[in-house]
């Protein structure tokens, strides 16, 4: 079966890299992850952007033997892959090959990460395409994922967290071949890196890969430290006008002091599960927002980063943070232009769902916070966690990212202690968590919305004006007696608004 | 160390897991698969209807609605009810619609498979939701049509299909057309009938994978769905004209880098004739990322930020589809004639026979590396279930790439990458496309 080794090689006098292998012998492929410790926050002001660009370079680039060109035929018969993943803190290269190839695959994998040929025609392909990401499809492609990193560029304003790790504009056009190069010596070193073998590999590989892994950079880099956010003061938000948009996408956020390396992060996962737990119909703000008013595709809670949540239904690994925040997203709810041109009855709306949703929200969360969460609910959620966090693991290449995360937060198997603290969490446990961490006076909210909902949206939140739920008639003729009495509740429920603006979204990561 | 091997090996089945089938009296199909995951089980329920199926005009979208109708409850399991039992039994669940079916899926401990089951059965069979509810939930489809909206590539799909078909229902996306969407929560007395079509075990395959036997999950499907009663429904399709001459359409739009797609009518999955396999071959190194196109309009050339192509296994003709994404607007006629110039040079001298063997070998290792959790399993047999009824179509599939001859794939190039059969969808933020 599986067994789990873990080594640590130390070599040299203070470089220490670690591995982490996770042999598995019925299995017919291998996966090797190389893990830099560096991550967005190393990027210099002024070339935000340049470790995504590094990163990217040397898989869309050759080797010193091999071109680009040169390697995807190699690759071809294989159907060998690899990407890199950039985020805050690390930078992280995915190889994966069939065993059959070992031999074949391997001088491409050690040679791309030790020898990357790092060339003026695919620097020129990799800078376009960043700038086109940073400059169109962030803001065109998906205005939940806008929303989302609006909010990060909002709630860690002035810090090493702000910018997108893909960058901005100005710093991406501003990013030369030569920076690259210096910033691959600097921070792409030997020093800094974590290595990850799973699947059906000979001991041999191990061996190899560890002596030839020493030709990398033997720089000793600098990591900026991640920042601490400052709790704001109120609740502050920002509303980003589009062409456009065909409803209003919602994010919020504030600063968290705890992470995965705290044992009390078991209790605050109950209660966000219970409150929001991703694309589950369990929860709370799932089922008070889309299930019992349908205004939206779904609204889920956060206590870490979780990538891509609009194509992942479990956490991925290979994102670990210091600097952590509590989230809510509010998926797209409609806007007054749409709904009046749907129905003839809800001609004379001037609002959309938006505010009501956020009200709806924050009520939600702000009656767990009084209430806590009862002993049924907590032995059912923490059921659901103890079976369910087994599946972020289901995948030989999730079980190596997230072994290899656990040692990023000081620990050993982050899934296997995870189970253990859940075990053994009592109900005083959950809610003394949720009255130390959860609370809804101060945040910075974000909506993506179209122009015409902008600045009657801005009026409404800046005056905690009253926001009754529009249904159509149809809809509105069957509603219960509760949904009728909980909906009166929260039109008007007062949310701590401090500050609104509206940001057109050509000003946006700036 | 192992020794190299050039290519997959050609004389063994592709998957590489025994796959037991057993079929109970009232037609449904019970397919397992025991896989090496220790406690972990996957449980699908593939039913063999998508938006293929919705004929009636007024209900586009519906298969789609009708799969979130799904979670709103029965007598003996409500909604509540229904959450807070799959919640205890923490398993990832969900499910999702395309052209030709819906999937129902659930990932999770072993010991509660045979709750999943009572619970599935229960749904599957007793459905009940008040005429309230299915209002209401017509709304969270609205949400989900103005997600997916946010994004131009979506708009445009919706324009393409409406304008590549013409009487089949292929011509409206699994979401539906909006002014449908809107209208959903008046179709109480469709969803029924919906239902009762549909949601039958003739229509349906149930697949377990993981750390189980057949015997087991044989007993289960027994003791939960023998009582499911056939249906006698057929839904016929109207079969579309062969088109006669290229189309076009545009989205004006410069929020994003300009974008191309040619889309030529292909031929429907067959595990049996060569015309798929071959253009799966001929797809795979046209546009691979060491094809001479991508080595030319990507890497040497920059024209492009990517190229890509494939074709969709589907129960009828459906779309070929090549997608380019630009630097420059002005390059589109450049790259559509460089596409057209490397298909017509493939129709006259077709391929070399070494990458003809790569490209082969590619498409089985490519197979061979994405089945390693049971999910995934489930997942890639269910893709063949909704096809042919058969989960062992993968093995014949694979078997055929093996087949596939230089004769074959000048066959299908010239078959099907034809202009009359083509439709150019393009996205700039020019007034027009201007593709000839």
């Given at each position: 079966?599986?067994?789990?080794?873990?080594?640590?090689?130390?070599?040299?006098?203070?470089?220490?890299?670690?591995?982490?292998?996770?042999?598995?012998?019925?299995?017919?492929?291998?996966?090797?992850?190389?893990?830099?410790?560096?991550?967005?926050?190393?990027d210099?002001?002024?070339?935000?952007?340049?470790?995504?660009?590094?990163?990217?370079?040397?898989?869309?680039?050759?080797?010193?033997?091999?071109?680009f060109?040169?390697?995807?035929?190699?690759?071809?018969?294989m159907?060998?892959?690899?990407?890199?993943?950039?985020?805050?803190?690390?930078?992280?290269?995915?190889?994966?090959?069939h065993?059959?190839?070992?031999?074949?695959?391997?001088?491409?994998?050690?040679?791309?990460?030790?020898?990357?040929?790092l060339?003026?025609?695919?620097?020129?392909?990799?800078?376009?395409?960043?700038?086109?990401?940073?400059?169109?499809?962030?803001?065109?492609?998906?205005?939940?994922?806008?929303?989302?990193k609006?909010?990060?560029?909002?709630?860690?304003?002035?810090?090493?967290?702000?910018?997108?790790?893909?960058?901005?504009?100005?710093?991406?056009?501003?990013?030369?071949?030569?920076?690259?190069?210096?910033?691959?010596?600097?921070?792409?070193?030997?020093?800094?890196?974590?290595i990850?073998?799973?699947?059906?590999?000979?001991?041999?590989?191990?061996?190899?890969?560890?002596?030839?892994?020493?030709?990398?950079?033997?720089?000793?880099?600098?990591?900026?430290?991640?920042?601490?956010?400052?709790?704001?003061?109120?609740?502050?938000?920002?509303?980003?006008?589009?062409?456009?948009?065909?409803?209003?996408?919602?994010?919020?956020?504030y600063?968290?002091?705890?992470?995965?390396?705290?044992?009390?992060?078991?209790?605050?996962?109950?209660?966000?599960?219970?409150?929001?737990?991703?694309?589950?119909?369990?929860?709370?703000?799932?089922?008070?927002?889309?299930e019992?008013?349908?205004?939206?595709?779904?609204?889920?809670?956060?206590?870490?980063?979780?990538?891509?949540?609009?194509?992942?239904?479990?956490?991925?690994?290979?994102?670990?943070?210091?600097?952590?925040?509590?989230?809510?997203?509010?998926?797209?709810v409609?806007?007054?232009?749409?709904?009046?041109?749907?129905?003839?009855?809800?001609?004379?709306?001037?609002?959309?769902?938006?505010?009501?949703?956020?009200?709806?929200?924050?009520?939600?969360?702000?009656?767990?916070?009084?209430?806590g969460?009862?002993?049924?609910?907590?032995?059912?959620?923490?059921?659901?966690?103890?079976?369910?966090?087994?599946l972020?693991?289901?995948?030989?290449?999730?079980?190596?990212?997230?072994?290899?995360?656990?040692?990023?937060?000081?620990?050993?198997?982050?899934?296997?202690?995870?189970?253990?603290?859940?075990?053994?969490?009592?109900?005083?446990?959950?809610?003394?968590?949720?009255?130390?961490?959860?609370?809804?006076?101060?945040?910075k909210?974000?909506?993506?919305?179209?122009v015409?909902?902008?600045?009657?949206?801005?009026?409404?939140?800046?005056?905690?004006?009253?926001?009754?739920?529009?249904?159509?008639?149809?809809?509105k003729?069957?509603?219960?007696?509760?949904?009728?009495?909980?909906?009166?509740?929260?039109?008007?429920?007062?949310?701590?608004?401090?500050?609104?603006?509206?940001?057109?979204?050509?000003?946006?990561?700036? | 160390?192992?020794?190299?091997?050039?290519?997959?090996?050609?004389?063994?089945?592709?998957?590489?897991?025994?796959?037991?089938?057993?079929?109970?009296?009232n037609?449904?199909?019970?397919?397992?698969?025991?896989?090496?995951?220790?406690?972990?089980?996957?449980?699908?329920?593939?039913?063999?209807?998508?938006?293929?199926?919705?004929?009636?005009?007024?209900?586009?979208?519906?298969?789609?609605?009708?799969?979130?109708?799904?979670?709103?409850?029965?007598?003996?399991?409500?909604?509540?009810?229904?959450?807070?039992?799959?919640?205890?039994?923490?398993?990832?669940?969900n499910?999702?619609?395309?052209l030709d079916?819906?999937?129902?899926?659930?990932?999770?401990?072993?010991?509660?498979?045979?709750?999943m089951?009572?619970?599935?059965?229960?749904?599957?069979?007793?459905?009940?939701?008040?005429?309230?509810?299915?209002?209401?939930?017509?709304?969270?489809?609205?949400?989900?049509?103005?997600?997916?909206f946010?994004?131009?590539?979506?708009?445009?799909?919706?324009?393409?299909?409406?304008?590549?078909?013409?009487?089949?229902?292929?011509?409206?996306?699994?979401?539906g057309?909006?002014?449908?969407?809107?209208?959903?929560?008046?179709?109480?007395e469709?969803?029924?009938?919906?239902?009762?079509?549909?949601?039958?075990?003739?229509?349906?395959?149930?697949v377990?994978?993981?750390?189980?036997?057949?015997?087991?999950?044989?007993?289960?499907?027994?003791?939960?769905?023998?009582?499911?009663?056939?249906?006698?429904?057929?839904?016929?399709?109207?079969?579309?004209?062969?088109?006669?001459?290229?189309?076009?359409?545009?989205?004006?739009?410069?929020?994003?880098?300009?974008?191309?797609?040619?889309?030529?009518?292909?031929?429907?999955?067959?595990?049996?004739?060569?015309?798929?396999?071959?253009?799966?071959?001929?797809?795979?190194?046209?546009f691979?990322?060491?094809?001479?196109?991508?080595?030319?309009l990507?890497?040497?050339?920059?024209?492009?930020?990517?190229?890509?192509?494939?074709?969709?296994?589907?129960?009828?003709?459906?779309?070929?589809?090549?997608q380019?994404?630009?630097?420059?607007?002005?390059?589109?006629?450049?790259?559509?004639?460089?596409?057209?110039?490397?298909?017509?040079?493939?129709?006259?001298?077709?391929?070399?026979?070494?990458?003809?063997?790569?490209?082969?070998?590619?498409?089985?290792?490519?197979?061979?590396?994405?089945?390693?959790?049971?999910?995934?399993?489930?997942?890639?047999?269910?893709?063949?279930?909704?096809?042919?009824?058969?989960?062992?179509?993968l093995?014949?599939?694979y078997?055929?790439?093996?087949?596939?001859?230089?004769?074959?794939?000048?066959?299908?190039?010239?078959?099907?990458?034809?202009?009359?059969?083509?439709?150019?969808a393009?996205?700039?933020?020019d007034?027009k496309?201007?593709?000839?």
């Open positions: 079966m599986k067994a789990i080794i873990i080594s640590i090689l130390l070599s040299g006098l203070i470089m220490s890299q670690q591995f982490v292998e996770l042999k598995q012998t019925n299995s017919s492929k291998i996966i090797v992850k190389f893990m830099f410790k560096n991550g967005s926050i190393c210099p002001n002024g070339k935000e952007g340049i470790t995504f660009t590094t990163a990217q370079l040397i898989t869309q680039g050759g080797t010193g033997e091999l071109s060109g040169d390697i995807q035929d190699k690759i071809y018969p159907a060998a892959s690899y990407y890199s993943s950039v985020d805050k803190e690390v930078a992280i290269f995915t190889f994966q090959f065993k059959d190839w070992i031999d074949q695959f391997y001088p491409i994998m050690i040679g791309l990460i030790t020898n990357p040929s060339s003026q025609t695919d620097f020129d392909r990799v800078k376009i395409n960043q700038l086109a990401y940073v400059d169109q499809v962030i803001r065109a492609s998906s205005d939940e994922e806008y929303s989302k609006a909010l990060e560029d909002f709630l860690f304003r002035g810090t090493n967290y702000q910018h997108m790790v893909e960058g901005k504009s100005v710093s991406v056009s501003s990013i030369t071949l030569d920076d690259v190069k210096n910033h691959y010596k600097s921070f792409f070193t030997k020093n800094n890196l974590m990850g073998i799973a699947g059906n590999y000979p001991d041999s590989f191990i061996e190899k890969l560890k002596k030839d892994i020493a030709k990398l950079p033997n720089t000793n880099p600098t990591i900026p430290t991640p920042p601490v956010v400052k709790m704001p003061d109120g609740i502050d938000i920002e509303i980003i006008s589009k062409e456009s948009a065909f409803g209003s996408a919602i994010f919020t956020g600063p968290l002091n705890i992470t995965r390396a705290d044992d009390e992060f078991a209790a605050l996962m109950v209660a966000n599960s219970y409150l929001g737990e991703h694309r589950k119909s369990y929860s709370k703000l799932y089922q008070v927002i889309r019992q008013r349908s205004m939206n595709y779904g609204d889920y809670s956060y206590i870490e980063w979780y990538n891509n949540g609009g194509g992942n239904m479990l956490p991925p690994s290979g994102v670990p943070r210091q600097s952590n925040y509590f989230a809510i997203w509010i998926r797209p409609q806007i007054a232009k749409q709904l009046k041109m749907q129905y003839e009855e809800l001609k004379d709306v001037n609002v959309g769902h938006a505010h009501f949703a956020i009200r709806m929200a924050l009520r939600e969360m702000d009656k767990m916070i009084k209430n969460l009862t002993q049924e609910d907590f032995e059912a959620t923490r059921a659901f966690l103890k079976s369910y966090i087994r972020y693991i289901k995948t030989p290449g999730q079980q190596l990212g997230y072994l290899m995360d656990s040692k990023m937060y000081g620990r050993k198997n982050y899934i296997e202690e995870l189970g253990v603290l859940l075990s053994k969490l009592t109900l005083d446990d959950v809610n003394k968590a949720i009255k130390k961490y959860m609370q809804i006076d101060n945040m909210i974000t909506i993506v919305t179209d015409s909902e902008a600045g009657p949206l801005a009026e409404s939140l800046k005056n905690n004006t009253v926001s009754p739920m529009t249904y159509s008639n149809l809809v003729a069957g509603l219960s007696e509760e949904i009728l009495s909980e909906d009166a509740a929260t039109e008007n429920f007062k949310i701590n608004v401090n500050n609104v603006t509206i940001v057109d979204s050509k000003d946006t990561f700036k | 160390m192992m020794l190299a091997v050039e290519s997959y090996p050609s004389d063994q089945k592709i998957f590489p897991y025994p796959i037991y089938q057993y079929k109970l009296a037609g449904l199909n019970v397919v397992t698969v025991p896989f090496d995951s220790p406690g972990l089980v996957s449980f699908y329920i593939v039913v063999r209807v998508g938006s293929r199926n919705e004929v009636e005009s007024g209900v586009t979208g519906f298969a789609h609605f009708f799969e979130h109708m799904m979670f709103r409850g029965t007598d003996k399991y409500p909604r509540e009810k229904y959450n807070e039992v799959l919640k205890m039994t923490g398993a990832g669940a499910a999702n619609t395309s079916r819906t999937i129902y899926h659930m990932t999770g401990n072993v010991d509660y498979l045979e709750k089951f009572e619970l599935e059965s229960d749904r599957f069979m007793n459905l009940h939701y008040p005429e309230h509810d299915f209002k209401v939930e017509a709304g969270a489809v609205k949400g989900e049509y103005t997600k997916n946010a994004s131009p590539f979506q708009q445009l799909y919706e324009s393409l299909l409406n304008t590549a078909f013409d009487v089949h229902t292929y011509k409206h996306t699994t979401m057309f909006f002014k449908d969407i809107v209208d959903m929560p008046n179709q109480y469709y969803s029924l009938e919906f239902f009762n079509r549909y949601y039958r075990p003739e229509y349906s395959t149930i377990v994978v993981g750390d189980i036997t057949s015997e087991k999950v044989n007993a289960l499907a027994e003791k939960y769905f023998s009582q499911w009663k056939r249906g006698d429904y057929s839904v016929q399709i109207p079969t579309e004209p062969e088109q006669k001459e290229k189309k076009s359409l545009h989205l004006q739009d410069g929020s994003i880098p300009p974008f191309m797609s040619m889309n030529y009518k292909g031929p429907a999955f067959s595990d049996t004739k060569i015309d798929m396999p071959a253009i799966d071959v001929l797809n795979t190194l046209l691979s990322e060491n094809s001479k196109l991508y080595k030319k990507v890497i040497e050339e920059q024209k492009l930020r990517f190229l890509g192509g494939g074709a969709m296994n589907s129960r009828d003709p459906y779309l070929i589809n090549v380019a994404s630009f630097i420059k607007k002005e390059d589109f006629q450049y790259v559509r004639d460089e596409i057209t110039k490397a298909i017509e040079d493939i129709k006259m001298n077709g391929i070399d026979d070494k990458l003809l063997d790569e490209t082969k070998s590619n498409l089985k290792y490519s197979f061979a590396m994405s089945i390693d959790d049971p999910d995934e399993i489930a997942n890639s047999i269910s893709s063949f279930i909704y096809l042919t009824g058969d989960p062992e179509s093995n014949r599939l078997a055929l790439y093996d087949k596939v001859t230089n004769e074959d794939i000048k066959m299908v190039a010239t078959k099907y990458y034809v202009d009359s059969g083509l439709t150019i393009t996205i700039s933020s007034e496309g201007g593709v000839e």
